[in-house]
Antibody, heavy 127, light 107 residues
Framework: EVQLVQSGAEVKKPGESLKISCKASGYSFTNYWIGWVRQMPGKRLEWMGIIYPGDSDTRYSPSFQGQVTISADKSISTAYLQWSSLKASDTAMYFC????????????????????WGQGTLVTVSS | DIQVTQSPSSLSASVGDRVTITCRASQSISSYLNWYQQKPGKAPKVLIYAASSLQSGVPSRFSGSGSGTDFTLTINSLQPEDFATYYCQQSYTTPITFGPGTKVDIK
């Protein structure tokens, strides 16, 4: 059974750093792209970026480039999303999700159709 | 960026109704359009990919159609578990963008 299990909710202050995780199981972690999606309270989903754990090839949405870092540790089948300096506007639910097809090539299906999702990690940034 | 809009933003329907949700892209995206269902406090779930392909395990009352800029999600015979918010997503080019959502609630 494919599962993506994310780390727990976080409460942070502005300026603090944070790294949240997404542990995969039930499939070959290195052969599928994993993406991150933000959902601010009451708002639409926003695609942040995606990583191929096999070789750590990473693509970012321009809106999030330079604001976050996506990484993966294939030895423990875990993807990460991290911030070096949080802002109040980073308050949101963050989801990891797997690309649908096993492929190194980033296509509409393998990269951008997200078939399994983590349960979400709520990040609250407040002074 | 490709903008994606949906209509209506919300609708009220009864169990057994047929429901249609429309999604429009700001430029042609061929058939690179996916539909997701999200229930409160839960992660989204893909229903339809590539505009009209039913994701494995999804009931056949869900169907999708369209190409180019205009797409439709249809739910035949709405069931109690279908009350949720539905998002379309263009997977044609980065940055990938989602529609604003359509909330389907009980009449």
């Amino acid at each position: 059974e494919v599962q993506l299990v994310q780390s727990g909710a976080e409460v942070k202050k502005p300026g603090e750093s944070l790294k949240i995780s997404c542990k995969a199981s039930g499939y070959s972690f290195t052969n599928y792209w994993i993406g991150w999606v933000r959902q601010m309270p009451g708002k639409r989903l926003e695609w942040m970026g995606i990583i191929y754990p096999g070789d750590s090839d990473t693509r970012y949405s321009p809106s999030f480039q330079g604001q976050v870092t996506i990484s993966a540790d294939k030895s423990i089948s875990t993807a990460y999303l991290q911030w070096s300096s949080l802002k109040a506007s980073d308050t949101a639910m963050y989801f990891c999700a797997r690309g649908q097809g096993p492929s190194r090539y980033c296509s509409s299906t393998s990269c951008y159709t997200l078939d399994f999702w983590g349960q979400g990690t709520l990040v609250t940034v407040s002074s | 960026d490709i903008q994606v809009t949906q209509s209506p933003s919300s609708l009220s329907a009864s169990v057994g109704d047929r429901v249609t949700i429309t999604c429009r892209a700001s430029q042609s995206i061929s058939s690179y359009l996916n539909w997701y269902q999200q229930k409160p406090g839960k992660a989204p779930k893909v229903l339809i990919y590539a505009a009209s392909s039913l994701q494995s395990g999804v009931p056949s009352r869900f169907s999708g159609s369209g190409s180019g800029t205009d797409f439709t999600l249809t739910i035949n015979s709405l069931q109690p578990e279908d009350f949720a918010t539905y998002y379309c997503q263009q997977s044609y080019t980065t940055p990938i963008t989602f529609g604003p959502g359509t909330k389907v609630d009980i009449k």
